[in-house]
């Protein structure tokens, strides 16, 4: 969709301020570790996305884009972190420019901003896949099936579809376990009903039979069915209200039995045993009770033949409380002063005069004290007994016992008072329970017969008991079941949900990993087309997982890290991206960043790599980093990029950020150190700088070095092959000038090979060998006046290999085979050197 | 980190069949079930929950 034109970055990781212009063309960024390159990097994918992939993702706990995206020392400052890109709309052709600030980094300024450029960043935000570093490689070709699928996913920003995967998967798992516990819950509910019930399994007719059987107990209703509304005691609510049910049977049939055998009554209902005991009883009862009370009514009788007895009965009160009163010599009532001795002698003997009616008084007391009392059972009694008669339906019966109980309570109160009716108190020491006619005897008969009707209040507990417990234990029952039953369909849901959603993200990724699997064969197969041209990979994507799967050497499929070596390693891991990127982004697959992507792959195969790069995605812009200057120089020889289109990054430094290796650069850092008298910093630095160029003239003039197992030359071989190859191309030039009859050739070409010569006189590296004092080896130990004019030499001496109209290198042509010309880019310099 | 295209297909095609397959029954919770998805975010197990049980579970 765009190609990136330029970019601006200020103040963004480790970039202090620096400014690129790719002109849409592919680009490269050299230099060694810890040099900045993937700081570009980063800083591109920040301007076009908002993200960084190496601050966000997995692995990346504890940083993030708005804490560590900053330079360091510009963490608290984040408005002053920007970075600027202009991109062009490869379709329209329209140059739009996105500025985002760390602070700011979701609401970037784009210029303009229109419909058009909004559809840019959206297609940005949602494809940051267009970047990828080896990092991201090496972790989804050499790991586990179940990790390269995450791997594959997170590489093309797919994460949050094994993510929602994951939720599904969480979400069924939940359910399943829910399930589990529900189905515990009822069968814990179950055990306890069929505990409760005494059945082994739940059967309607069994559990039918025995709650018919309780519900009989208590006279309710049989139940002819049970469904989970029963309600098993069902009419328990009514009993209560039955007046029966008020009445408590053993006690009351107690209580009238024990009232018949006060009464002597002979009941027909008590057995044999309890019979005998209370025959035993009462005639042991009666004897004493006889014996007792004749001794009364004697004295009832004595004191009734006479009155004389009975009126000193009267005043013998009198007298004792008289007796008791009179504490001085004065009456209290008339006044009048008496002897207090005479009179409580006088008194006294009143009292001791009849001693026979005192003791026939207390007779008759005591014997009227303990017929009271007896009265008094009695009448407790026939109150508790009276009080059941409504109950029982006896509502006649009930006001004869009322009455019963008044007369009895009549005959009581005439005890409290025995000498008030002499002749009714005699009646009742005769015959104490004459009350308790034949009338009473049958009411109370009746109530006997009536109470042993009422049901066994034990048997009707349990049976109250059993039913109460059933309803809870069979609501609970239900209710678990409910429960497990709605669980069990929420479990149906939640499984279609992972099954439907694994089965649409297989379908999908099939789709993809197959059209991935033939691009990502061919793609492998061109960079290795001499010895696997036949290499075919297969992609077996599995809930979650992702078998790779690849061939070796037609002996058979096998994980990509089984006998590859790891630059086949690499190969496959770019070669999959490359596959997948264009699968996912299509036509719109017009820019990618590469961030030290083919470190282990060999030279020959890198080579394959660029014809890869120019034949399957030639409208690709691609944005690498490396520090391998070979492969460098691959891309400049297979024409991925041109000699401009490739940066240097020197060195590193977190006040300055990445230094570009640019001559003018050099000079001014090697001036600033002999501004410091710096000599063992200036001299070194112009070394590696002149070994560095001397390098890429030496190639680019194919000087002839002598190889070395290191590959690494220094100053003392690469300066005299590079001069000696260019003194040799200037003196065939003007050989072939003469050859030519070009005159002013000839004076050009004479021209320069004077300026040439003189400017490398000064550098006295001739002499280097004549005398070692002045020997670069010896330049840190030069004086700072001795070693300027050398720098000077030397830096005038590069001078010569530049075009002076493009300033760009000179270099001979063709790259093989024999010299033809000396020439630089823009063809203002061009020697012939073919006679 | 945004969906790719391919997962936000993936999340259409899955609602569709959902819809289709007629999994959740009730056209209400349906319809929130969807819009779970709509935003292109990632549903927590309690958010599906609270739309297909119709219950809070926080």
């Known amino acids: 969709m765009i190609k990136i034109i330029s970019v601006h970055i200020e103040k963004f990781r480790g970039i202090k301020c620096l400014d690129f212009n790719f002109n849409k063309a592919n680009f490269v960024v050299n230099g060694s570790n810890g040099s900045g390159k993937s700081g570009v990097i980063d800083a591109l994918e920040f301007a076009l996305t908002g993200d960084v992939s190496r601050l966000s993702g997995t692995g990346t706990a504890g940083i993030s884009v708005g804490m560590h995206a900053a330079h360091v020392d510009f963490r608290d400052n984040k408005k002053k972190v920007k970075v600027s890109i202009k991109i062009s709309n490869k379709n329209t052709g329209n140059v739009f420019t996105i500025e985002r600030s760390v602070a700011t980094c979701n609401n970037p300024k784009i210029t303009p901003n229109n419909e058009e450029s909004q559809s840019i960043i959206s297609f940005l935000k949602e494809h940051p896949e267009f970047s ?43 359910t399943k376990n829910a399930v589990k516990e529900k189905e515990s819950a009822r069968e814990t509910a179950k055990n306890n009903l069929l505990i409760h019930l005494g059945i082994q399994t739940i059967n309607i007719n069994e559990i039918l039979e025995k709650t018919n059987k309780c519900r009989h107990t208590l006279g309710l209703k049989k139940l002819i069915e049970i469904n989970s509304n029963t309600e ?49 009883l009462i005639a042991q009862t009666e004897a ?46 008339c006044d009048t002063e008496f002897d207090l001795n005479k009179l409580k002698k006088h008194i006294q003997r009143k009292i001791d005069e009849n001693k026979e009616a005192i003791c026939l008084r207390d007779i008759i007391n005591s014997g009227c004290c303990r017929i009271r009392t007896e009265l008094s059972s009695l009448l407790r009694e026939i109150g508790e007994i009276k009080r059941a008669a409504p109950f029982l339906g006896l509502q006649k019966e009930n006001e004869d016992l009322i009455k019963l109980a008044e007369r009895l309570q009549a005959d009581s109160e005439l005890t409290a008072k025995p000498f008030n009716n002499l002749g009714a108190l005699l009646k009742i020491f005769k015959n104490p329970y004459e009350r308790f006619n034949e009338d009473v005897i049958k009411i109370l008969r009746l109530m006997l017969s009536e109470a042993q009707k009422i049901p066994d209040s034990s048997a009707t507990e349990k049976a109250r008991r059993f039913l109460t417990l059933l309803g809870e234990r069979f609501a609970v029952y239900i209710k678990a079941r409910l429960i497990e039953k709605t669980w069990v369909k929420r479990k149906s849901i939640t499984s279609k949900l992972l099954s439907r959603y694994e089965q649409v993200t297989k379908e999908k990724l099939e789709k ?17 087309d001499e010895d696997e041209q036949d290499f075919r990979a297969k992609l077996i994507p599995s809930k979650g997982s992702l078998d790779l799967c690849v ?67 030639p409208s690709t812009q691609f944005l690498l980093t490396t520090h391998d200057k070979v492969w460098v120089k691959q891309l400049i020889s297979e024409k991925i990029v041109g000699t401009k289109q490739v940066v240097t990054f020197r060195k590193w430094s977190v006040e300055n950020g990445p230094s570009i290796l640019c001559g003018q650069d050099i000079k001014s850092e090697i001036d600033n150190y002999l501004k ?53 191309c200037l003196k065939k030039a003007k050989n072939a000038a003469n050859h030519w009859g ?24 001739e002499q280097w060998s004549l005398n070692p004092a002045i020997h670069f080896n010896a330049w840190e130990n030069f004086e700072i006046n001795d070693f300027i004019p050398i720098k000077e030499a030397f830096f005038n001496l590069l001078e010569q290999f530049k075009c002076p109209n493009c300033s760009g290198w000179i270099y001979v042509s063709p790259i093989k085979g024999k010299v033809e010309s000396v020439r630089c880019d823009c063809g203002a310099f061009s020697l012939n050197v073919k006679s | ?51 297909i049980f119709n219950e809070e579970f926080n």
């Open chain 1, 742 to 765: 070009r005159k002013e050739m000839l004076q050009k070409v004479s021209s320069i090979a004077n300026a040439f010569s003189e400017a490398y006189q000064k550098t006295q590296a």
């Open chain 2, 1 to 51: 980190m945004n969906n790719s295209l391919l997962s936000q297909e993936i999340v259409n095609s899955f609602v569709d069949c959902i819809k289709d397959d007629k999994v959740i029954e009730d056209d209400a919770v349906l319809e929130r079930f969807m819009q779970l998805f709509e935003s292109g975010g990632i549903p927590s197990v309690d958010d599906i929950k609270n739309v």
């Open chain 1, 676 to 728: 410091d008298n710096n000599i063992t910093e200036a001299a070194p630095t112009l070394r590696r700088y002149l070994e560095y160029i001397l390098a890429e003239l030496g190639i680019k003039l194919r000087a002839k070095v002598e190889l070395t197992n290191s590959s690494s030359y220094d100053l003392g071989e690469l300066l005299p092959a590079v001069i000696s190859q260019y003194n040799s």
């Open chain 1, 551 to 617: 061939d070796f050497y037609g002996r058979g499929k096998f994980p990509p890290n089984a006998f590859h070596s790891e630059g086949h390693q690499d190969g496959m891991g770019l070669c999959l991206y490359l596959a997948l990127a264009k699968r996912v982004m299509g036509a719109n697959f017009t820019f990618c960043l590469l961030d030290d992507v083919l470190m282990s792959v060999d030279a020959n195969h890198r080579r394959n790599f660029c014809k890869l790069l120019k034949e399957f995605f």
């Open chain 1, 512 to 528: 993809l990993y197959n059209d991935v699997e033939k691009d990502f064969s061919s793609f492998y197969s061109s960079i290795n």
């Open chain 1, 132 to 174: 990828l570093s080896r990092r991201e490689i090496l972790k989804f070709i050499v790991t586990e099936p179940s990790k390269r699928a995450k791997e594959v996913q997170a590489l093309l920003k797919m994460d949050s579809i094994d993510k929602i995967r994951a939720v599904l998967k969480k979400l069924d798992n939940d």
């Open chain 1, 288 to 333: 004493a009770e006889q014996e007792a009370y004749i001794e009364v009514i004697k004295a009832i009788n004595s004191v009734s033949d006479r009155p004389e007895i009975l009126k000193y009965i009267n005043k013998q009160k009198l007298y004792e409380d008289g007796l008791a009163l009179i504490i001085d010599d004065i009456c209290p009532l």
């Open chain 1, 232 to 280: 098993f005691d069902s009419g328990i609510k009514d009993l209560k209200e039955n007046i029966k049910s008020q009445v408590q049977k053993e006690p009351l049939c107690k209580r009238i039995n024990d009232l018949f055998k006060v009464l002597n009554m002979r009941n027909d209902e008590l057995d044999t045993k309890t019979k005998k005991d209370n025959e035993s």
